[in-house]
């Protein structure tokens, strides 16, 4: 409801109890009924359920909640080939409501992809016919993709794309129920995209910007809290909600990255689009003008989310980063929509609304712009973002780095518009053949750039491989580096590398934050866990010794961000797997790396001398293409 909906509604109400005796107005008081509620949950369980039993603790969680008589929870289950449960049928999709602790089997809907927005409609349609309430709340629990693919996987129909999120809305649409907030228990899903798509059917929405635990939302209090008091305010609800989901999370892995945000779609359509799309059209006016330097250093900085692989970063931190008036205001209007919002420090620059915009999954954005379509969406962002990736796709063409792609053939690229910068994209570009170091005041290696160059570079990361005779294993890449007095890079390595247990695995960094004193650094180690290629998430932040291990992460697919971020227990056992290289730099294969780890207790996260007799190091430079280049190599022996 609109707030001027809300305010005439109130004004109404106020003058017909004017108007009523004090003898009745009494009595109307006394009888105004609870308002009545039904929260729709829309379990799709895929691999979450299937491997850990995720949608099966929810349900739990869900019956465990005190549920009054004017408060109805209606479940669709669906998406799974098993549950770990006796009651749910994974062959079919079936309606149960929750009534005294249990759940009270209500329809088969028949087998139906629950990524289907056809099965999603005629979800809440049901609900809506047989369960009609003055409140309705519907929340859509699985995986989520971003704004870039959307929500929800059904394993029982192989090779099916997600829900995109134009089609959600869509579905919602057509059902004509008003939702008072839609929820995401899924990945990625506070976003712009999700917003303009349910702004015509729901007062609010609740979602992460980030990836989610597998534990996910926690459903008991706040069933229960809203049983007990149903004419809630929804705004206090939902920091109910996200307090709680902050606070559960929290104590089952208090090194979790976690965000969770509340969003006033009203304000969002009526106040933050227009401002949206003004600071879009001046973003894009900035390219025109020569400073895509300035937009691609702002987009590389600004806080991203799922690993890269989404393209989706927050969009208050992007503004702030490009800094003009129309960002200002774009600020300013999403402060306000953004009624509540959370995040852990290990994810500063987490506002509670994030975007998508290209950078690192360019082939990706052809199906989006058909997105955007549908959407609706204005023409200063489609123009924006196209001749961003236009420009890019041109500075990788243009570029010396070895690994530049071409995106030239795509329906995005304006050839013409390239034409135009070509002046620029020749006056700026780095130079490979100048990245060689010399050895500085007897001490150590050093890269010298003009700053001309190192404004092009929004990225320094070192690359550290062993050679053992026949090729080089590549120990990975940290994001460690030092400039001296002179602004020079000091390109030095001091032979220390991660280890666990004492043994030297590769590893890649992800993720550092500073704020002050508090710091968090983040990146992965591939391994594989029983039979499985994985990544081990690792951590050091201000906040305990050394570092520590949070988890196993099984790498994303189709889509899907991965939810689930296993925990170590003794007795598991792993094997580091490292890449190897030719002397040529042509990657060989994956290979065992060390001896298997088998847990007995806390892993030792620590940085150790490598051992290696022979070893190369160099760094790698990111530039506001997106190219990527090496200094000349350092051998140490």
Known sequence: MSLLKRIQAVLLSALLLACLPAEALALSIQSVPRPSVTVMVYFDGSDLEENDGSATADINEILYADLSDDMNVILCTGGAREWQNSVVNPNTNEYYRVRNGQLEFLKDAGLKDMTKPSTLAEFVGFCADNFPAQRNILIMWDHGGGALYGFGVDDRFPGVRMMSV??????????????????????????????????????????????????????????????????????????????????RSLENDPHDTLTLSMIDLDRFQDVTLPSLWAFAADADSLIDDGSFAAISRARSGARSFGEDEYDQIDLLDFAARVGTDSAAALIESLTDAIVYSRATRNMEGSSGMAIYFPFKQTGELNGMLKNYNRLGWDESYLSLIASFASLQAAGQLSGQA????????????????????????????????????????????????????????????????????????????????????????????????????????????????????????????????????????????????????????????????????????????????????????????????????????????????????????????????????????????
């Open 166 to 247: 134009s089609d959600l809305g869509d579905a919602l649409d057509g059902t004509g129920v008003h939702f008072d907030f839609v929820g995401f228990d899924a990945c990625l899903m506070a976003t712009a995209e999700t917003a303009v798509s349910l702004a015509g059917c729901a007062d609010y929405l609740i979602a992460s910007e980030e990836l989610e635990p597998g534990t996910g939302w926690y459903y008991t209090s706040w069933l229960s809290r809203l049983s007990a008091d149903p004419a809630m305010d929804t705004e206090t609800l939902g920091r109910y909600i996200i307090d709680e989901f902050m606070k």
């Open 402 to 637: 070895e690994d530049a792609n071409d995106s030239s053939g795509y329906d995005w690229y304006d050839a013409e518009f390239v034409d135009e910068q070509s002046a620029y994209l020749i006056a700026n570009q780095l130079d490979d053949e100048g990245l060689l170091v010399n050895f500085k005041n007897d001490e150590y290696y050093a890269l010298t750039l003009n700053q001309e160059a190192w404004n092009l570079v929004v990225d320094i990361q070192i690359q550290v491989y062993l050679d053992d005779g026949e090729g080089y294993i590549e120990l990975g890449s940290d994001d460690v580096f030092q400039f001296d007095e002179d602004g020079d890079l000091k390109v030095d390595f001091d032979n220390t590398w991660v280890s666990l247990n004492g043994q030297t695995v590769a590893y890649y960094a992800e993720d550092y934050v500073t704020d002050g004193d508090y710091y968090c650094y983040t990146g992965r180690v591939p391994i594989e866990f029983n039979g499985r290629y994985a990544y081990l998430v690792v951590s050091w932040d201000s906040e305990h010794e050394g570092g520590f291990v949070r988890g196993v992460r099984f790498p994303s697919g189709g889509g899907a961000a991965s939810r689930r971020l296993i925990r170590l227990r003794d007795g598991d056992s792993f094997r580091p797997l490292c890449e190897y290289f030719d002397y040529n730099g042509e990657h060989v294969d994956t290979y065992y790396f060390g001896d298997g780890i088998t847990v007995d207790g806390e892993i030792a996260v620590t940085y150790e001398d490598v051992g290696y007799d022979e070893m190369a190091f160099c760094y790698m430079l990111s530039d506001i293409y997106d190219n990527h280049y090496w200094t000349e190599f350092v051998y140490v022996s």
